[in-house]
C-alpha cells in the first residue's frame, strides 16, 4: 500500500516519528508521500524525508488556508524550491472556503500559478478542495487536455462530482479515513466509481478511521481504509492494496523511476 497524503513530519509525530515509520512498514506501507504546507512546514519535511530515503517523498506547495496578502512572497519561494528535484509534486494546493473567504481571490491565483509550475515542471498536482468543488472545476477548466495530472485528496463529494472530476481526465480520488465513518455517504458513492480511479491516504494525523476516531491518525491506519474498501467493492484487501498501489506509482512517476534506480545501484 501507498499512502499518497500524510503530514507525519508535523508537530503532533515529534515524540515517536520512528516508531510510527516502523509501524506502517509492518502494516504493509511501502511508500509514504508528504505533502507540504507552506515555508514554515518544508524543514521538517525534508528532516523526515532524509532519515528515510526512499520510503517518504516530499511535495512542495503552498496549503489554501496558509495564502494571506503575503501569497506572491511564498510563491516566489515555492518557484525557487522546485530547482529541487526530489520534489515529485506540487502540494498541497487548491481552494478553502470552509474556515475563511478573506482571500479566496488570492487563493485562487496561487493555485493558477502552482498548476502552471506543475504543468512545466511535469509534476502531478495534490489538490485540496473544501467547500469550494464548484470553484476549482472552474478555475481548472483553463487547464483541461493540457496533460495536467493529480490527484483530488480527501474527496468526500457526490456521485456526479466524481464523475465530473474523473471526465475531466488525468485525476484520482484520495479516498481516506472518511471512508469508514458511519454517516459519511463515501461508501455509497464509491459503489458507482471503479477502483482504477481511487488512490490511498490517510492525511495524519488528521481524519482517523473507525475504530480509532477522536485519537492521532498515523499511516499504518491505512490498512483499514483499504479493509473497508474491500467491503465497498467486494473482494479481498490484497485486490485493493494491488490497484491503488499501482494507480499511486502511474500517478506518482518519480517514485517508481527512484525504486527503478536504488534497484539498479544495488
Known amino acids: 500500500m501507498i499512502d499518497t497524503h500524510s503530514h507525519i513530519y508535523s508537530e503532533e509525530f515529534d515524540a515517536d516519528s520512528d516508531y510510527v515509520i516502523q509501524s506502517a512498514k509492518s502494516a504493509g506501507v511501502e511508500h509514504i508521500i508528504l505533502p507540504n504546507v507552506d515555508k514554515d512546514s518544508l524543514p521538517r519535511l525534508l528532516e523526515l524525508v532524509a532519515q528515510h530515503p526512499n520510503y517518504c517523498y516530499p511535495c512542495i506547495g503552498i496549503h489554501p488556508t496558509s495564502i494571506d496578502a503575503d501569497f506572491e512572497t511564498e ?21 478553502d472556503l470552509h474556515w475563511d473567504k478573506t482571500y479566496f481571490e488570492e487563493q485562487k491565483i496561487a493555485f493558477a500559478q502552482q498548476i502552471e509550475w506543475a504543468l512545466a515542471y511535469k509534476l502531478p498536482v495534490i489538490i ?4 469550494s468543488f464548484r470553484e476549482t ?10 496533460g495536467l495530472e493529480g490527484v ?16 475531466f481526465g488525468g485525476f484520482k480520488l484520495g479516498i481516506n479515513g472518511i471512508v469508514t465513518f458511519k454517516n459519511s455517504g463515501l461508501a455509497q458513492v464509491l459503489e458507482h466509481i471503479e477502483l482504477e480511479h481511487i488512490l490511498l491516504e490517510t492525511d495524519s494525523p488528521y481524519l482517523t478511521p473507525t475504530p480509532h476516531r477522536g485519537k492521532r491518525n498515523e499511516s499504518s491506519y491505512i490498512k483499514l481504509i483499504c479493509d473497508k474498501l474491500a467491503l465497498v467493492y467486494k473482494t479481498h484487501p490484497e485486490e485493493i492494496d494491488i490497484i491503488t498501489t499501482e494507480n499511486a506509482l502511474k500517478l506518482f512517476r518519480k517514485i517508481q523511476f527512484k525504486k527503478q534506480l536504488s534497484d539498479f545501484l544495488l
Do not use: C, Q
Request: negative net charge; without cysteine; proline residues 2%.
Open 152 to 167: 483530488f485528496h480527501s474527496f468526500t463529494g457526490s456521485v456526479d462530482e466524481a464523475k465530473e472530476i474523473i471526465d
Open 128 to 131: 485540496h478542495v473544501r467547500d
Open 75 to 95: 510563491l516566489k519561494w515555492v518557484k525557487s524550491e522546485l530547482d529541487n528535484p526530489n520534489y515529485i509534486a506540487l502540494g498541497e494546493i487548491g481552494i
Open 137 to 146: 472545476m472552474t478555475l481548472l477548466d483553463a487547464f483541461k487536455n493540457k
